[in-house]
């Protein structure tokens, strides 16, 4: 079954950690891909340092305002493009980065296949998501979450990577991952 926007349209933490073990599935190009999600981080609202809310709505947030079930795509160090999924309501800057996937219906190693989906930069190149996909809804047939059944799993909550720069928030537990899962980006 496919998520709708009203999943989404809950608190951000409840949220990152509900995606764990649900299908994320993008099509492009004709081509399906499909992950067990396995790792979110949670940004939530204005007084989140590490939220690029914090700054207000600028040209590079504004779809963080734009309300939940709604697709935010951005490029950080010119290479990497993240995907995030807006939550809560309307004109509150919160999203839920999914930071690493488990690749299905790929062949090869859990070695080789860690390489496409552990790490938000390694899944977005693996997907094919662009800057192009910014924006759209999680209720269209390009990129969309669907609930498989799967929640047979214990579920980690620790700090979240690469935001040192935000004080007393980076030491915020709004980090999740499904404890054991070998494509974890990192524990």
């Not at 690749?103 to 977005?124: A, C, F, M, Y």
């Amino acid at each position: 079954m496919k998520l709708d926007k009203t999943f989404f349209a809950r608190n951000t933490l409840d949220v990152a950690k509900d995606l764990l073990g649900k299908t994320l599935v993008v099509k492009i190009d004709g081509k399906v891909k499909r992950g067990i999600i396995v790792e979110t981080e949670g940004y939530m609202g204005p007084d989140d340092l590490a939220c690029h809310g914090r700054f207000g709505k600028t040209e590079r947030s504004k779809v963080l305002f734009s309300g939940p079930g709604t697709v935010y795509v951005y490029l950080i160090y010119g290479m990497y493009y993240m995907l995030n999924f807006v939550t809560e309501k309307k004109d509150y800057p919160s999203a839920v980065l999914i930071r690493a996937i488990e690749p299905l219906n790929e062949k090869g190693s859990i070695k080789d296949l860690r390489k496409l989906g552990s790490g938000p930069g390694r899944l977005t190149r693996w997907l094919g998501i662009t800057k192009s996909h910014n924006g759209l809804s999680i209720n269209g047939d390009e990129i969309f979450v669907e609930d498989n059944g799967l929640n047979d799993f214990e579920i980690v909550e620790t700090t979240r990577v690469g935001v040192e720069y935000a004080g007393y928030f980076a030491q915020k537990p709004w980090r999740f991952y499904i404890r054991d899962n070998e494509f974890v980006s990192r524990k």
